[in-house]
């Protein structure tokens, strides 16, 4: 038999994608919205540790008890950073990719559908056998063919269709609001995230206990333990003072829920710079005061 062949040298093989071509394919893959939405549920996902395990930042004292309790598994925990989650490489990195991909995503939308929204609807088909769906109707009674495309035009008005009335043809489009509602729910999770990274940054947490009849200046020394963004500033905090007048609290003496909170009251005299006029405040759970974008909670009490 006779035969002929050949060296075949890259048939049926994909062209090398190079290094800007492998760039682009990375930045399709990460703008996907499928990218995002599996990066959101990781974020979720992650985010889970820092609900169950007590956070560094918030309670160090559980921390500290933590790891004393369990000297096996507490080492591994604060080596994968499990009790600072929101601040870990790993947390930062899924957070910062979901940045990128929304960015990404919802940027290039917003631009090509503020292009559509000025852009009349295309006109009418001139060859409508070409199409799978259609069907014809003759005229009747003695109404114009001028009658009927208006009557047609105004029906499709009234069901919130953009209407163009052009060369003996009404064409139509809407849906326009359903893709807005996408859009904006996008650029308010984007804006979500935004502001959680500047509260991540400039933002600060701190936590001082107060005896009443004592006061509390807004200051670093006068904070029991303090964290802060990487961005944050010492002079920005602002320069009030507050007094603890009285505090009142109440517990639970009856059968039911024994010897929980049903009272947390705190009077207060606020000073919010040198020189201003004192006021006075009473915080509460859940009723924080607040002094020039300082929000000061009551979180527990002692018996001092």
Same mark, same amino acid.
């Given at each position: ?38 990066? @959101?549920? =990781? !974020?979720? /996902?992650?985010?889970?540790? &820092?609900? +169950?395990?007590?956070? $560094?930042?918030? #309670?160090?004292?559980? *921390? ?124 308010? @999770?984007? =804006? !979500?995230? /935004?502001?959680?990274?500047? &509260?991540? +940054?400039?933002?600060? $947490?701190?936590? #001082?206990?107060?005896? *009443? ?92």
């Amino acid at each position: 038999g006779r035969g002929a062949g050949g060296s075949g040298k890259g048939k049926g093989l994909a062209p090398a994608l190079g290094f800007v071509g492998l760039l682009r394919w990375l930045w399709t893959q990460l703008t996907s919205m499928r990218t995002a939405l599996v990066l @959101l549920f =990781a !974020l979720a /996902v992650a985010a889970v540790p &820092g609900s +169950l395990i007590p956070q $560094r930042n918030v #309670s160090p004292i559980r *921390v500290s008890d933590f790891i004393e309790q369990h000297p096996t598994l507490g080492p591994i925990y604060d080596q994968l950073g499990l009790f600072a989650v929101f601040s870990s490489a790993w947390f930062s990195a899924i957070y910062l990719l979901l940045f990128v991909s929304l960015v990404g995503c919802v940027v290039p939308g917003v631009a090509v559908y503020a292009g559509a929204w000025g852009t009349p609807p295309p006109r009418s088909p001139r060859t409508l056998p070409s199409f799978p769906a259609y069907s014809t109707a003759s005229l009747v009674d003695d109404e114009t063919a001028d009658e009927v495309l208006d009557h047609a035009a105004a029906s499709l008005k009234r069901q919130h269709y953009r209407v163009l009335r052009q060369d003996g043809s009404v064409a139509a489009e809407r849906g326009y609001l359903r893709e807005a509602g996408n859009l904006v729910f996008h650029l308010s @999770l984007l =804006a !979500l995230l /935004v502001g959680v990274a500047i &509260g991540g +940054l400039y933002g600060f $947490r701190g936590t #001082s206990v107060v005896i *009443v009849g004592q006061g509390f200046a807004n200051n670093i020394t006068q904070y029991d333990d303090l964290s802060a963004g990487g961005w944050f500033a010492e002079d920005r905090l602002q320069p009030f003072t507050v007094r603890v007048k009285q505090f009142r609290v109440a517990f639970e003496t009856g059968p039911v829920q024994t010897g929980a909170a049903r009272l947390f009251e705190l009077d207060t005299e606020v000073t919010e710079r040198p020189g201003a006029t004192p006021y006075r405040q009473t915080i509460e759970v859940n009723h924080p005061l607040r002094v020039d974008g300082t929000t000061v909670h009551l979180i527990g009490h002692g018996y001092a």
